[in-house]
């Protein structure tokens, strides 16, 4: 592959035959996407991953995940390109607890508008951040089980 690059176009050549041209934004910005859906490759194309399912899977962990979920979609303009940073932040709840995940994403989100991976990694593996981590894990587990009001103990809900 070669590339072609002007100050308005990046043109694409593989053996010398043209095969693509992207028109450079007028406000070109670093580290940002310019993907024309055309230009999307095949693995987009499956109906494995998809933003609903993804932002189900965040719901599933709680409201603060969800919330990162949803703001890592919203900043961009084709979603298949947010499916690679959404599982890496999901995947988080494979290597710690959803409770400790979800904690995590409540801190970022005072932090920052729209925290990535990176940020959210950092947090869980911050050991200032463990005793607030364990804490929210802890409580979870308190809430897990049958919880039975006063009445069942012999208090009559009458008094």
């Given at each position: 592959?070669?590339?072609?690059?002007?100050?308005?176009?990046?043109?694409?050549?593989y053996?010398?035959?043209?095969?693509?041209?992207?028109k450079?934004?007028?406000?070109?910005?670093?580290?940002?996407?310019?993907?024309?859906?055309?230009?999307?490759?095949?693995?987009?194309n499956q109906l494995?991953?998809?933003?609903?399912?993804l932002?189900?899977?965040?719901?599933?962990?709680?409201?603060?995940t969800?919330?990162?979920?949803?703001r890592i979609?919203?900043?961009?303009?084709l979603?298949?390109?947010?499916?690679?940073?959404?599982?890496?932040?999901l995947?988080l709840?494979?290597?710690h607890?959803?409770?400790?995940?979800?904690?995590?994403?409540q801190?970022?989100?005072?932090?920052l508008?729209?925290?990535?991976?990176r940020?959210?990694?950092?947090?869980?593996?911050?050991p200032n951040?463990?005793?607030?981590l364990?804490?929210a894990e802890?409580?979870?587990?308190?809430?897990?089980?049958?919880?039975?009001?006063?009445?069942?103990?012999?208090?009559?809900?009458?008094?």
């Open positions: 592959m070669d590339l072609k690059v002007t100050a308005h176009f990046l043109e694409i050549y053996q010398n035959e043209r095969i693509a041209t992207h450079r934004f007028p406000t070109y910005k670093e580290y940002t996407f310019s993907t024309l859906p055309e230009h999307l490759p095949d693995q987009f494995e991953w998809n933003e609903q399912r932002l189900n899977w965040a719901e599933k962990i709680g409201p603060f969800h919330k990162v979920i949803q979609f919203e900043r961009l303009q979603k298949e390109q947010g499916y690679q940073s959404c599982l890496s932040v995947n709840s494979k290597k607890s959803n409770e400790a995940l979800e904690k995590a994403c801190i970022a989100l005072e932090r508008h729209s925290p990535r991976y940020q959210l990694n950092t947090i869980l593996n911050n951040n463990k005793e607030i364990e804490e802890s409580a979870q587990k308190e809430t897990l089980g049958f919880v039975r009001g006063p009445e069942y103990y012999g208090r009559d809900i009458n008094d």
